[in-house]
C-alpha cells in the first residue's frame, strides 16, 4: 500500500495524532506514532518498511474501539484520517520535548541505515 500521503503529512506534523483506518484497525505513522505511545505508554511502536520508498517508517496500530469514550481528547474525523486532540496539560506541554525525541531517532535511524547500506554495498 502506497502510504506517499500519510508520510508526507508526517514531515509536517505540529504534533498532532493523526490515525488511518485500515480494516477493523487504525495506523499512526512516524510523529503520531511516537506521540500516541507516548501518550499511552503500553502502546508499541514497531519498524515497518514503505515498500515504495524503501525506508523504513514507525507506526503504531490500535483497535478501532481505542478511540471511543475517552473524555481526555476529541476525535475528529475526516475524508481521509482521523485526529485526536488531546486535553491534559501534561501532554500538551510535553508535545514539542516529544518532537524532538522523535527528531532524534529519526536522525540516529538513518544513520545506522547508512552505515548498513555501507557494510552491505562492501560485501
Known amino acids: 500500500m502506497d502510504i506517499t ?3 508526507q503529512r508526517e514531515r509536517e506534523n505540529p504534533g498532532r495524532v493523526y490515525l488511518y483506518v485500515f480494516g477493523q484497525v487504525l495506523k499512526a505513522y512516524e510523529l503520531s506514532a511516537y506521540i500516541l505511545t507516548r501518550m ?3 502502546l ?4 515497518e518498511v514503505d515498500r515504495e520508498k524503501s525506508d523504513i ?3 503504531t496500530v490500535i483497535d478501532a474501539e481505542f478511540t471511543l469514550g475517552n473524555p481526555d481528547y476529541a476525535i475528529l474525523v475526516s475524508d481521509d484520517m482521523i ?3 488531546c486535553f491534559l496539560p501534561n ?3 510535553s508535545i514539542p520535548v516529544w518532537i524532538d ?4 531517532l529519526k536522525e540516529s535511524q538513518h544513520k545506522k541505515n ?3 547500506g555501507r557494510s552491505i554495498s562492501k560485501v
Open 44 to 47: 508499541e511502536m514497531v519498524e
Open 40 to 42: 499511552f505508554p503500553d
Open 114 to 116: 547508512y552505515l548498513l
Open 83 to 85: 485526529e485526536m486532540e
Open 91 to 93: 501532554v500538551i506541554e
Open 57 to 59: 517508517c514507525y507506526v
Open 5 to 7: 500521503l500519510q508520510i
Open 101 to 104: 525525541e522523535f527528531r532524534q
